[in-house]
């Protein structure tokens, strides 16, 4: 029997980590650009890698990190350095010398914390302080920053202001719009587009050989509800998660008349669950927020200026009822009126 995968903040059940993925699908605009500055020997201190969840960010950063470390070996115009490098397996198994992760791992209870704790990013300074071992790049990734305290960004921002010669820093974000500006303002700002459904296909595709209970057969639908997030993919796929999106869906075009059986229907859906279906459901609600306050969808009885508020609501109701296993039911309930009071004139 195979072993379980380790307990990572960065992995989706036995999906290999984005450490481990040797074949990054999309973002070939980024790739270039890090190319190109590599090339002309102008490569930035800092990289913040922007964009939803689940579309490749970490990734990308370690196929950056790769090339980097293995001084540029790859061929023209790519990052893709060979997977048999020396560079390529330790970093893949997290025993590079030259590289540094700042990411969430179990505690001493062996659960995952909500954050990354700030006596490891204060490890940091110490890190750029040393000689790099291999005497090339010295790196440090970030994943994320969104799970990053205060105190943990001030104490990375000391080194981001005064970085060493060859340091190389890619911060990976989820909502870079959110940090702190004094950040944002020391890095390289690298964007990513949402996959196409094609792509999200594709890395379905890849990821069935190492998650054999993916269902095939549902891999265009996850696709085409994922917006583009291979997680969300995942995530959909995972028991009810389709099913509960489209419930989900139904309700929110019915706002502000909303059946109240329909929603003790659904959250008996998610009564229990702590999975695909209570994380469809709210990525649905906020999906909708999100269409809305950008106007890629238009309901005239939407208030514009309420939506930031009530998606705080709903990601703080998210977050409360899947720490301390909430009450289901009372959450869709919660969310729903929020979202009538987002509507009313």
């Given at each position: 029997m195979k072993d379980a995968p380790p307990l990572e903040g960065d992995r989706f059940g036995t999906a290999p980590a984005p450490r481990e993925s040797?074949?990054?699908?999309?973002?070939?605009?980024?790739?270039?650009?890090?190319?190109?500055?590599?090339d002309a020997g102008r490569?930035?201190?800092?990289?913040?890698?922007?964009?939803?969840?689940?579309i490749g960010k970490a990734t990308l950063a370690y196929a950056i990190a790769r090339f980097v470390l293995s001084g540029g070996a790859a061929p023209a115009h790519s990052l893709a350095v060979d997977p048999g490098h020396p560079a390529a397996r330790q970093v893949a198994a997290l025993s590079h010398p030259d590289v540094m992760v700042l990411r969430r791992t179990p505690n001493d209870t062996g659960k995952l914390p909500s954050m990354i704790p700030a006596e490891q990013v204060r490890r940091v300074r110490s890190f750029f302080g040393s000689t790099a071992a291999l005497g090339g790049w010295r790196v440090?990734?970030?994943?994320?920053?969104?799970?990053?305290?205060?105190?943990?960004a001030n104490a990375?921002?000391?080194?981001?202001?005064?970085?060493?010669?060859?340091?190389?820093?890619?911060?990976?974000?989820?909502?870079?719009?959110r940090l702190l500006p004094t950040i944002r303002s020391r890095c390289r700002m690298v964007?990513?587009?949402?996959?196409?459904?094609?792509?999200v296909v594709e890395v379905l595709e890849g990821l069935s050989a190492h998650m054999p209970g993916l269902d095939r057969s549902r891999f265009a639908e996850a696709a085409?509800?994922?917006?583009?997030?291979?997680?969300?993919?995942?995530?959909?796929?995972?028991?009810?998660g389709l099913a509960v999106r489209n419930a989900t869906r139904v309700l929110l075009d019915a706002l502000p008349d909303v059946d109240p059986r329909s929603l003790h229907a659904l959250g008996e859906k998610l009564t229990g669950d702590r999975g695909g279906a209570f994380?469809?459901?709210?990525?649905?609600?906020?999906?909708?927020?999100?269409?809305?306050?950008?106007?890629?969808?238009?309901?005239?009885?939407?208030?514009?200026?309420?939506?930031?508020?009530?998606w705080e609501k709903v990601r703080r109701a998210a977050v409360d009822a899947d720490v301390?296993?909430?009450?289901?039911?009372?959450?869709?309930?919660?969310?729903?009126?929020?979202?009538?009071?987002?509507?009313?004139?």
């Amino acid at each position: 029997m195979k072993d379980a995968p380790p307990l990572e903040g960065d992995r989706f059940g036995t999906a290999p980590a984005p450490r481990e993925s040797t074949h990054l699908v999309g973002h070939e605009e980024a790739q270039a650009m890090v190319r190109t500055a590599w090339d002309a020997g102008r490569l930035p201190h800092a990289l913040l890698i922007g964009g939803a969840e689940g579309i490749g960010k970490a990734t990308l950063a370690y196929a950056i990190a790769r090339f980097v470390l293995s001084g540029g070996a790859a061929p023209a115009h790519s990052l893709a350095v060979d997977p048999g490098h020396p560079a390529a397996r330790q970093v893949a198994a997290l025993s590079h010398p030259d590289v540094m992760v700042l990411r969430r791992t179990p505690n001493d209870t062996g659960k995952l914390p909500s954050m990354i704790p700030a006596e490891q990013v204060r490890r940091v300074r110490s890190f750029f302080g040393s000689t790099a071992a291999l005497g090339g790049w010295r790196v440090c990734i970030v994943d994320t920053l969104d799970e990053m305290n205060a105190q943990g960004a001030n104490a990375l921002l000391k080194t981001l202001e005064e970085p060493p010669n060859r340091a190389l820093f890619l911060l990976v974000s989820h909502a870079p719009g959110r940090l702190l500006p004094t950040i944002r303002s020391r890095c390289r700002m690298v964007p990513l587009r949402a996959l196409s459904e094609g792509q999200v296909v594709e890395v379905l595709e890849g990821l069935s050989a190492h998650m054999p209970g993916l269902d095939r057969s549902r891999f265009a639908e996850a696709a085409e509800a994922s917006g583009g997030s291979v997680r969300e993919a995942l995530t959909l796929m995972e028991g009810d998660g389709l099913a509960v999106r489209n419930a989900t869906r139904v309700l929110l075009d019915a706002l502000p008349d909303v059946d109240p059986r329909s929603l003790h229907a659904l959250g008996e859906k998610l009564t229990g669950d702590r999975g695909g279906a209570f994380q469809s459901f709210v990525g649905t609600v906020e999906g909708w927020i999100s269409d809305h306050a950008t106007g890629r969808r238009q309901t005239a009885s939407v208030r514009l200026a309420r939506l930031p508020e009530v998606w705080e609501k709903v990601r703080r109701a998210a977050v409360d009822a899947d720490v301390y296993n909430l009450d289901r039911k009372t959450l869709v309930f919660r969310i729903f009126a929020s979202l009538n009071e987002a509507l009313r004139p």
